[in-house]
């Protein structure tokens, strides 16, 4: 959903009304390119989501109030120039340096609005509130629910009473506001802005001089925030590798740096052109992105095979209709039937797909990046003992009208931690560890300590009882 157009119109307004003056006087060139690019750019911010803190944080990483005023400055000049040269205007020096630095100074005022209004979106007064307002909504949506559960002033007072006892642990839970000030601080952007005005203000300075000396001096491309898109980048980085989610985002994301580097060293102020970046940019995006439908493409049908296997030969377990997803069936025995009748039919179609655009077997899963990688990141929810299990007992025999052999299920009913729940030797005992770096990663970012106080604890499967991982001893690698 886009922003409300009476916020964004105030948003935007002043910008609207530059452009709409420029082309009035008919001025054209690559500077009002520019700056209407930059102004398309902000609308389509405006339109894409309707999160003010989204909307702003990109609006600053971007830092388009400074480009867009920028080119405004820059275009109003070339016009004066063509204007004064063909007589068709008498020149006026200090009016076109006062309109453009009144450019400048409406920039730095919309970058510190916006900072305090996504500090007021990121508090925790204004979150909790908005957590209020949606349940509010859900019980006017989903009356009867609420009503089964005794009541939406019941449940209503539940909640809040809820979010008290879990504020005393975690005190942050709703406020965001360190985020913003460290992700979102906009003084490295006005820092730049505000020594170009100064520049601007200095007695006896020309509009045309102002321009000079900007370039000369490298102060226009400082004022592009290029420092602050270097440190997007490098937080890109470190998230995505704090998630390990796919290695190739990480590449992604390393690639990108590089190529800010290399352009910057390239550049006497050190400084990357933005429109050489942003084409290298999009054709590491271009490349990259094959690769990552790839691993993704084939993660997401190995990961369907293995679920097929764990619950069809969970399902001949004689106490499946007691567990889930069964017992929620409004027939659970009739239903672990089907799991039994149906499962090796779909298991055989993930495998034909799987060898038509992979090439790939069932054993070739193991062998496979993809695989590997989930498991040394700790994704891989099954343990090892269950995996060989399923490899070497349930998959030989996972085929269309064939039943599970019963000293087969009794083997496989000992994993499954019923009626001992503290015997789970089903899991991976190591799962809570991509939360666990992901904990660390937070509190270098935002300060020691920070995590915990939005978070509770990440907190490790005491009941699982099976081994960590031992990829050297795993024989199907």
């Known amino acids: 959903m886009p922003l409300d157009p009476m916020i964004l119109d105030s948003i935007l307004g002043t910008f609207k009304t530059m452009v709409e003056d420029c082309k009035e006087k008919k001025i054209t060139g690559e500077d009002f390119d520019a700056m209407c690019a930059c102004y398309a750019r902000m609308e389509e911010l405006g339109q894409s989501t309707d999160d003010m803190n989204v909307f702003n944080g990109t609006m600053m990483q971007e830092n388009l109030y400074g480009k867009f005023s920028d080119h405004y400055s820059r275009a109003l000049g070339a016009y004066a120039k063509q204007a004064y040269a063909s007589g068709e205007k008498t020149y006026d020096d200090a009016s076109l340096l006062k309109t453009s630095l009144d450019a400048l100074k409406q920039s730095i005022q919309r970058l510190r609005d916006n900072y305090k209004e996504m500090l007021r979106l990121a508090s925790g007064e204004y979150n909790e509130a908005q957590a209020e307002k949606g349940m509010d909504y859900a019980a006017r949506v989903f009356k009867k629910s609420f009503d089964q559960g005794g009541g939406f002033d019941k449940i209503k007072k539940d909640v809040k009473q809820q979010n008290k006892e879990a504020k005393k642990i975690t005190p942050n839970m709703f406020d965001n506001t360190v985020e913003v000030e460290i992700l979102n601080d906009p003084e490295p952007l006005i820092g730049p802005i505000q020594k170009l005005i100064d520049l601007g203000e200095q007695p006896g300075m020309t509009f045309p001089r102002f321009l000079r000396l900007q370039i000369e001096t490298g102060l226009d491309k400082a004022m592009q925030g290029t420092g602050v898109m270097r440190n997007g980048l490098v937080y890109t980085l470190e998230f995505t590798e704090a998630i390990a989610a796919n290695p190739y985002y990480v590449d992604v994301a390393k690639r990108k740096i590089e190529a800010f580097d290399t352009l910057a060293a390239g550049n006497k102020y050190g400084i990357p052109d933005l429109k050489e970046l942003g084409l290298l940019h999009q054709d590491i995006d271009h490349e990259m992105d094959a690769h990552i439908k790839k691993w993704d493409g084939i993660k997401r049908i ?49 495998e034909k797909l799987l060898a038509k655009y992979f090439g790939m077997s069932f054993m070739d899963i193991f062998k496979h990046p993809t695989f590997a990688y989930d498991v040394d990141k700790n994704y891989f929810w099954l343990s090892q003992g269950l995996t060989e299990f399923l490899i070497e007992q349930v998959y030989p025999q996972c085929k269309p009208f064939n039943r599970l052999p019963d000293a087969i299920i009794q083997q496989r009913s000992a994993f499954y931690p ?54 050297a001893s795993f024989k199907y690698k």
């Open 302 to 350: 190995w990961e369907k095979m293995m679920w097929n296997l764990y619950d069809w030969s969970l399902s001949y377990a004689s106490f499946a209709p007691k567990i889930k997803p069964w017992s929620e069936a409004p027939n659970p025995v009739q239903a672990t039937i089907e799991t039994q009748e149906t499962t090796p039919g779909i298991f055989q179609e993930w």
């Open 418 to 471: 019923f009626p001992n729940a503290n015997q789970d030797r089903e899991m991976n005992p190591d799962l809570h560890l991509p939360a666990e770096r992901y904990r660390v990663f937070y509190n270098k970012k935002f300060g020691e300590g920070y995590y915990e106080t939005k978070h509770l604890p990440v907190q490790k499967n005491d009941a699982v009882i099976a081994e960590s991982w031992n990829w």
